[in-house]
C-alpha cells in the first residue's frame, strides 16, 4: 500500500536528513519514489536552473543507493497546487515531506507550503520530523495511532492491519471527550475500551503488541502528551474532509500537530465529504 | 470523618462568613472601606467583563432555545413540569426580583432623572426619557439572562444527568471528579457566601425599609427596636414557611405575592395617568429595544464613565453575585420544562412584567412630578426607601397603598429569605433536595442574627459591598459553566457508542 511515494523537494532540506527520511521510506516497503521540484516560473536552461536539476540528480543518486527506483520531476506553479495534482497524474500511493517547524509569525507572514500540502491532498501523507526518536533508530518501534471513532477508522485501518510500518508496539489512543455525568462516563469508557478492542483485535496479526488507551481532555494535547510518555516513534492520525468551522480557521488537529510534536506523522485523509 | 466530608462545604462556608462579620462587628469601618477599595478596583478593572458576559449570556440563552437544544427537557424524557405556568412565574418572579422592583419601581426613574450622566441635562425630558430606558435596561433582558444561565446548568446537570443540584456539578464535564473536590469544594463555598452576604444585605436594609413604611402609616418613630421587631417577625414567619416545604410554603406565598402585585399594579394603572402610563411603557420599550445593543457592549469611556460604573457595572456585578441564589432556586422549580420553554418563559414573562411595573410606577411618578412640582426626585434622592409612599400621597386611598405595599415587602422578604434558606442548605447538604430542618433553622437564625447585629454595629452596606465581589470569579464560572451545559448537551446528540467504521464492518459480517 505504500509502494509509491512523492517527495517534494525545496532544496532547503539537508541532503543527510533526506537519506534518513529515505531509509524510512523503504522501511515502509516503497519501491518508487518521485522527487518532485516546483519553481514559481520556468527559468530555461539558465545557470541557476542546471545548478538545481545537478542538485536532484545527486540527491536521486543517493536514494537510488539505497535501493529505491527514482523519478525526477520539475514542475512550475504554486508549490502546494502542483505537487497535489502531481502525486494525483502520477498515481503516488503517499506523500512524504520532510517539514521544517516555522514559529507563528513566520507562518503567518510568509506561509508554508508544508502546511498548504497537508491542507490540500488527499494522499495519505508521511510528515518526516528530524529530531525525533526515529533518526536515532533505523526500526519503527512503537507507532500510535490517534482514532476518533468515525469515519477515518475506514481510511486508516488498511494500512494497520497490511503491516506497513512494520513495528513491534501499537498503541491505539482515543481521546474521548467527558460525558455529562459520572454514570454515562463509567457507560461511554466502557463502550470506548470495547471499540478500541474491537479495533486492536483486527489488527492485532500486524504487530507484536497492541495496546489501548482511552482518554478525556484536549485532542491535541493528549496525543502529544501519550507520545511522549510512550516514546513513541510515528503518529498515525486520520484526517476529515468534514471539517468543523473552527478546524477550518484554525486548522484540524492532525494539521496542527506536526508543529507541535517532535514525532514524525502519517496523516490519512478520508476523502468522504459526508 | 464521612460526617466531616459531608459537612466541609458548611464548615468552610461558616467560617468565612464568620470571619467577615466578626470584622463587620468589630470594625465596621475598615470593612467598609476593605469592601469599597475591592468592589471598586473590581468594576473600574473588570466592568467591562460584566458588560460582555451579560450580552453574552443573552446570546448564549438564544442560541441554546432555538437550537435543535431547545427540546432538550431539564428533567428525564417524559417528564412533565412540577408547577403550573401560574405558580412557576410567581416564585420566579418573586425569587428574581420581586422585593427589589417594589424598592427602585419608582426611585431609580427618579434617580437617573435628577442624576443622569453628565452630558444630559439634568431634570429635562431627555433626562425623563434616559432615565426610563435605563431603569428598563438595568431591570430588563439581562439579568434574567444571568438567572437563567446559573438556573438552566443546575437543572440540566441535575434533574437530566442526575447528579445533586449544586453548583459544582456543573462542571462535571470539565473537570470530572474534581468536583467532589477541594474544587468543587470552593465553588460551592463561594456560592454559599455570596448568598448569606446577598440575603443578610437584603433583610437588613428591607427591614428598614418596611419600618419607614409603617411609619408613614402609623404613629411611631422608625427606631432600631422597630426594625428589630419587623426581622424578628419575618424570622418567624420565613421559618416557618421553610420548614413546611418548597411545595406548600414558597410556592402559596409567592402566588399570594404575585395577586398582591397585580392588584397594586392595575389600581396604579387605573387611578393614576393611563394613558401617560400606556404612552411611556411604549416609548420605553421602542427605545429600550432599538439601542438595546448599544447600551449592552457602552462601558461609556469618553463619557458619562462615571455613572456607567455606579449604576449599570454595579447591577450586573449585583445580578451576577445574585445568581448562585437564584439559580439554584429558580432549576428546583423548573424541574420537567424543555429549555426553550424555560429561555423564552424566564426571558419574556418576567422581563415584560417588569418593564410594565417601571412605567407604572415611573409613569406615575414623572407624571406628579411634571404636572404637580411635588419634587419627588429631590425626595428620593434623600431617602430611597420612601419614594413609593410618598408618591401614594397623590393617589386616592394612600393609607391603603401603603399598607399593601408594606405587606407585599413583607410577604417578597418573607419569600425571599425562605428560599434562600432553603438553597443555602440545600447547598450545605451536598444538594440534598429535602435538606434537614436543623440546618434550615441554623441558616435562618445566622441570617437574621447577622442583620440585627449589622444593623447596630452598622457594615451592612459594606457586607454588601462583599457580596458583589463574588461577581467576578461569578462571572468567570459562569462563563465555564456555558461551556460545560454546551459539552453536556452536545453529548447527548453524538453517538458515542457507535464506531461506523466498525458498524459497517460488522454489517458486511452479518
Redesign the interface.
Known amino acids: 500500500m505504500l509502494k509509491t511515494a512523492v517527495l517534494p523537494l525545496s532544496l532547503k532540506e539537508s541532503k543527510q536528513r533526506l537519506y534518513d527520511m529515505a531509509r524510512c521510506l523503504k522501511h515502509f516497503g516503497t519501491e518508487t519514489v518521485y522527487l518532485v521540484h516546483v519553481m514559481a516560473r520556468d527559468e530555461g536552461d539558465s545557470p541557476k536552473q542546471r545548478n538545481i536539476q545537478q542538485t536532484i540528480r545527486d540527491i536521486a543518486d543517493s536514494l537510488r543507493d539505497l535501493g529505491l527506483y527514482v523519478e525526477m520531476y520539475f514542475k512550475t506553479g504554486r508549490i502546494a497546487d502542483t505537487v497535489c495534482q502531481t502525486a494525483q497524474e502520477l498515481e503516488a500511493d503517499y506523500l512524504s515531506l520532510h517539514w521544517r517547524k516555522k514559529n507563528v509569525i513566520k507562518q503567518t507572514l510568509l506561509g508554508s507550503a508544508d502546511a498548504d500540502i497537508l491542507r490540500m491532498c488527499t494522499h495519505p501523507v508521511f510528515i518526516y520530523q528530524s529530531g525525533g526518536h526515529l533518526e536515532r533508530k533505523t526500526n519503527l518501534n512503537r507507532v500510535l495511532y490517534a482514532t476518533d471513532f468515525q469515519h477515518t477508522d475506514s481510511a486508516v485501518m488498511p494500512y494497520l492491519q497490511n503491516s506497513d510500518f512494520c513495528a513491534e508496539i501499537l498503541y491505539l489512543l482515543h481521546v474521548g471527550e467527558r460525558a455529562p455525568d459520572p454514570y454515562a462516563e463509567e457507560e461511554r469508557h466502557r463502550e470506548s475500551m470495547r471499540n478500541l478492542q474491537r479495533l486492536a483485535e483486527e489488527c492485532s496479526h500486524a504487530f507484536t503488541t497492541v495496546e489501548t488507551m482511552e482518554v478525556t481532555g484536549s485532542v491535541k494535547g493528549q496525543i502529544i502528551r501519550q507520545t511522549r510518555k510512550k516514546k513513541v516513534d510515528l503518529v498515525i492520525v486520520g484526517k476529515s474532509e468534514k471539517a468543523r468551522p473552527l478546524e477550518q480557521m484554525l486548522g484540524s488537529v492532525a494539521e496542527t500537530l506536526p508543529d507541535r510534536t517532535r514525532c514524525s506523522l502519517f496523516v490519512v485523509t478520508d476523502i468522504r465529504k459526508g | 470523618m464521612q460526617l466531616l466530608k459531608n459537612n466541609i462545604v458548611f464548615i468552610i462556608a461558616l467560617f468565612i462568613v464568620l470571619f467577615f462579620v466578626g470584622i463587620g462587628i468589630l470594625s465596621p469601618d475598615r470593612l467598609s472601606s476593605l469592601a469599597t477599595y475591592l468592589q471598586e478596583r473590581i468594576i473600574e478593572m473588570f466592568g467591562w467583563g460584566y458588560l460582555l458576559a451579560a450580552f453574552l449570556f443573552i446570546i448564549f440563552n438564544l442560541y441554546l432555545a432555538l437550537s435543535k437544544y431547545g427540546n432538550v427537557k431539564l428533567g428525564k424524557d417524559g417528564e412533565k413540569p412540577q408547577y403550573s405556568y401560574f405558580g412557576w412565574f410567581s416564585m420566579l418572579f418573586a425569587a428574581g426580583m420581586g422585593i427589589g422592583m417594589i424598592f427602585w419601581g419608582v426611585a431609580e426613574p427618579m434617580s437617573h432623572y435628577l442624576n443622569p450622566p453628565e452630558y444630559i441635562t439634568k431634570e429635562s425630558g431627555m433626562a425623563a426619557k434616559f432615565a426610563m430606558k435605563y431603569s428598563f435596561f438595568h431591570w430588563g433582558i439581562q439579568p434574567w439572562a444571568i438567572y437563567i444561565v446559573m438556573s438552566m446548568c443546575i437543572a ?2 441535575s434533574f437530566r ?3 445533586p443540584p449544586l453548583i459544582s456539578s456543573c462542571f ?3 473537570i ?2 474534581r468536583i467532589y473536590g477541594i474544587p468543587g469544594y470552593l465553588i460551592d463555598a463561594l456560592a454559599v457566601f455570596a448568598t448569606v452576604f446577598g440575603v443578610v444585605t437584603s433583610l437588613g436594609l428591607g427591614a428598614m425599609q418596611i419600618t419607614s413604611g409603617l411609619s408613614t402609616v402609623f404613629p411611631f418613630e422608625p427606631t432600631f427596636t422597630a426594625t428589630v421587631i419587623i426581622i424578628c417577625v419575618v424570622t418567624v414567619l420565613f421559618l416557618i414557611s421553610s420548614l413546611s416545604g418548597l411545595d406548600k410554603g414558597i410556592q402559596m406565598l409567592s402566588k399570594t405575592n404575585i395577586m398582591l402585585a397585580l392588584a397594586l399594579l392595575g389600581f396604579m394603572l387605573i387611578a393614576g395617568p393611563t394613558t401617560y402610563i400606556l404612552d411611556i411603557f411604549l416609548n420605553t420599550i421602542a427605545d429600550y429595544f432599538s439601542s438595546l445593543f448599544n447600551m449592552s457592549l457602552s462601558t461609556n469611556p469618553f463619557r458619562g464613565y462615571e455613572w456607567t460604573h455606579s449604576w449599570t457595572m454595579f447591577y450586573w456585578a449585583w445580578w451576577i453575585s445574585w445568581s448562585p441564589f437564584v439559580g439554584l432556586f429558580v432549576a428546583s422549580i423548573s424541574r420537567g420544562r424543555t429549555i426553550r420553554e424555560f429561555v423564552s418563559g424566564a426571558l419574556i414573562v418576567p422581563t415584560l412584567l417588569t418593564f410594565l411595573w417601571f412605567s407604572v410606577f415611573g409613569g406615575a411618578a414623572f407624571h406628579v412630578e411634571f404636572t404637580r412640582q411635588a419634587d419627588l426626585a429631590r425626595t428620593v434622592s434623600q431617602d430611597v426607601s420612601v419614594g413609593l409612599f410618598e408618591l401614594y400621597e397623590f393617589f386616592p386611598l394612600s393609607i391603603g397603598l401603603s399598607l399593601l405595599t408594606v405587606a407585599l415587602l413583607g410577604v417578597f422578604f418573607i419569600t425571599s429569605a425562605d428560599s434562600a434558606t432553603f438553597v443555602l442548605s440545600m447547598m450545605t447538604s451536598r444538594g440534598r433536595l429535602s435538606p434537614p430542618a436543623a440546618k434550615k433553622i441554623t441558616w435562618g437564625l445566622i441570617i437574621s442574627g447577622t442583620s440585627v447585629i449589622l444593623l447596630y454595629a452598622g457594615g451592612l452596606e459594606a457586607l454588601q459591598k462583599m457580596a458583589i465581589t463574588a461577581a467576578l470569579p461569578f462571572t468567570v464560572l459562569m462563563l465555564f459553566m456555558c461551556r460545560s451545559l454546551n ?2 448537551l ?3 446528540f453524538r453517538q ?7 458498524d ?2 460488522e454489517e458486511k459480517q452479518e
Open positions: 440540566y446537570f444527568r442526575g447528579m462535571y464535564p470539565l470530572g471528579e459539552k453536556g452536545a453529548y447527548e458515542h457508542s457507535r464506531n461506523p467504521y466498525l459497517s464492518s
